[in-house]
């Protein structure tokens, strides 16, 4: 290692978005004079409102984390039975689902935009589908329509992942207004980030009502009974008020990650052993920059450079989630498999310098 690259401080993948501190302190001082840290504070319905406001979005009910949301979704529409979702994802999405006691049933994705293959979800609907829980991957959004046709033929509901997909649109629309619910994640490495944190916007009021109620231990509005099997699925006040203040600068957060998203792309795009997820419906949010290598061998060499310069891409999302045989039962779905194999995400995030994705291009140049 050189003297250089001994002092060059570490590049992940992401790095989380920060507000300026002074944002921050000053709802803190409010949170500590009025000394409540949770439970439908001012913060987290100021937080929900504010989203709303943004997006465009009739409701939002905040959870702990995009996996808690995921739960209450497959909860709040009282899902029994198998649920269709893709095989390039996060494990969340599985564990979600079999937490709730459904059964994961993986469709294979489309080589190009990554997402759900929608022409091979019906090939694994049987009297016990239930649902379809397509992934906005990368915050690419999924062919929404096509899963609507599907969804009503079949009567399922259909929950989207979007913990991605803060900002991505579909028909001019931000992309957490489709489903019967949407979920979103606020986790540290996302576009919006509350520290931890997730929330889901439902389609019906009255699914709104039992999204809060079921957040809330299973109470109902009175808290008088319990009325469902609950979570406590808060987010705090001080998560809520890092929400605030890290809202305002989403759209200065979207713009940067596309300027650098596009130049990579045009940087990158003529290498023939590359390939790139395709943008078909809607607009994407920037989220990630994957690229797909033809070799893994390759892919391997190329970490490693990267990793001697300090630089750390993530396969992400490997391996596919159908292979861990420890907890779901399938059998291959190859085009997923081969892309978890292949893929890597470069950095790519709000205060990434320049000079380090020149480096990270022309190692690329290099090694593919
Ligand atoms: C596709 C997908 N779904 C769900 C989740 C879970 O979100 P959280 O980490 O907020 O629980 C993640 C997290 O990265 C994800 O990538």
Redesign the pocket.
């Known amino acids: 290692m050189t003297e250089k690259t001994k002092t060059t401080p570490n590049t992940y993948v992401t790095k989380p978005f920060l507000a300026p501190l002074k944002d921050y302190n000053d709802l803190l001082k409010d949170i500590w004079d009025c000394g409540i840290l949770t439970n439908d504070g001012q913060f987290v319905n100021r937080f929900e409102n504010l989203i709303c406001k943004k997006f465009g979005l009739s409701n939002y009910i905040t959870f702990s984390?995009?996996?808690?949301?995921?739960q209450a979704a497959i909860k709040g529409l009282q899902l029994e039975g198998e649920i269709i979702t893709t095989a390039f994802?996060?494990i969340?999405?599985v564990s979600?689902i079999k937490n709730e006691r459904c059964k994961p049933i993986f469709c294979d994705i489309d080589e190009d935009t990554l997402n759900i293959d929608i022409k091979k979800i019906e090939n694994h609907i049987t009297d016990k589908t239930v649902a379809i829980m397509p992934?906005h991957?990368f915050g690419n959004p999924c062919d929404i329509d096509g899963i609507k046709k599907i969804a009503n033929r079949y009567r399922l509901k259909v929950i989207y992942?979007a913990?991605?997909a803060i900002g991505s649109e579909y028909n001019g629309k931000s992309i957490l207004s489709y489903g019967d619910v949407s979920?979103l994640?606020?986790?540290a490495?996302?576009l919006l980030n509350t520290g931890?944190?997730?929330g889901c916007v439902a389609g019906k009021k009255i699914i709104t009502e039992k999204l809060k109620g079921i957040r809330f231990f299973g109470y109902n509005k009175d808290k008088s009974d319990i009325q469902f099997d609950g979570l406590n699925g808060k987010l705090t006040e001080l998560q809520s008020a890092l929400g605030i203040v890290n809202l305002k600068y989403i759209d200065k957060v979207i713009s940067d990650r596309k300027i650098k998203y596009q130049y990579y792309y045009s940087a990158l795009r003529d290498i023939p052993a590359l390939s790139f997820q395709k943008i078909e419906f809607g607009k994407t949010n920037y989220s990630y920059f994957p690229i797909i290598i033809e070799s893994k061998k390759k892919l391997f060499k190329l970490i490693d450079k990267l990793n001697n310069h300090n630089i750390y891409p993530r396969r992400y999302?490997y391996p596919s989630v159908n292979i861990f045989k420890n907890i779901v039962d399938s059998d291959e779905r190859k085009i997923s498999e081969k892309v978890a194999n292949h893929v890597l995400c470069l950095p790519l995030f709000y205060d990434l310098d320049f000079d380090i994705i020149d480096q990270i291009i022309s190692l690329v140049k290099k090694e593919i």
């Open positions: 984390s995009g996996t808690t949301a995921l994802t996060w969340a999405t979600a992934v991957v992942d913990a991605h979920v994640s606020t986790h490495t996302k931890e944190g997730g999302f």
